[in-house]
């Protein structure tokens, strides 16, 4: 799996996703712990992997690109929305000082959890909810790792001043992926990155 690993940097950096801190992430964590057994073979290839309940696990240039644009220097607090495999948690815990994803689907963050834990990522930690305005505090980042058809309720109000916000939003299949800074006047910078497919976001009706 080392060799294999070695591989999917080559191949990221042919794509020319050249950012350091990402690139040595992503060499360290053991995609293939975060997928099923069965599935194993596939897991440094850049395909997205099915991890059950109607979810799947993004691909490595996917997961490198939304990482890039969060532009992590080590201090900051995270926030991801959708932990899935817990894969991009564990990469975030690696770029970040720490960090706190939401999982809706109880089984997955519960698995996530467990692999955190025997990888000893004890700066991340995985919350079984989908009302992340229920989270204390604010975050220097705020990662989304699903597609919403819109911004979500107050998610913004999550971003310190400073900060910034990395979200697909769209209908259908295609998703824009917006990255929102605010700046420390309290006004926000909207940009879109490029487009990309990912399962749509999915909160319960008494979440924002």
């Known amino acids: 799996m080392e060799h294999a690993r070695r591989g999917m940097i080559q191949d990221l950096i042919e794509r020319g996703l050249v950012c350091g801190p990402v690139l040595e992430s992503m060499s360290r964590v053991p995609r293939h712990l975060f997928v099923s057994e069965a599935l194993r073979f596939n897991a440094y290839r850049d395909n997205s992997i099915p991890i059950g ?5 993004s691909k490595p240039s996917i997961i490198a690109r939304m990482l890039q644009a969060l532009m992590l220097t080590g201090r900051e607090r ?3 929305v959708g932990t899935g495999s817990g894969y991009q948690t564990a990469l975030l815990a690696e770029l970040a000082a720490s960090v706190v994803s939401v999982e809706r689907v109880k089984e997955l963050s519960i698995r996530a959890r467990q692999t955190l834990i025997r990888l000893n990522y004890t700066n991340a930690k995985v919350i079984n909810t989908d009302d992340f305005m229920g989270l204390e505090g604010s975050f220097d980042a705020v990662i989304v790792s699903a597609g919403a058809e ?3 309720e107050g998610i913004l109000s999550k971003v310190r001043d400073g900060g910034v916000l990395v979200i697909p939003l769209g209908r259908g299949d295609g998703h824009s992926i917006r990255r929102f800074t605010k700046r420390d006047s309290g006004e926000i910078l909207e940009e879109e990155l490029w487009r990309a497919t990912f399962v749509p976001l999915i909160m319960s009706p008494s979440s924002p």
């Open 78 to 80: 995270v926030l991801e």
């Open 150 to 152: 819109s911004l979500p």
């Open 53 to 57: 309940h109607g979810q799947t696990a």
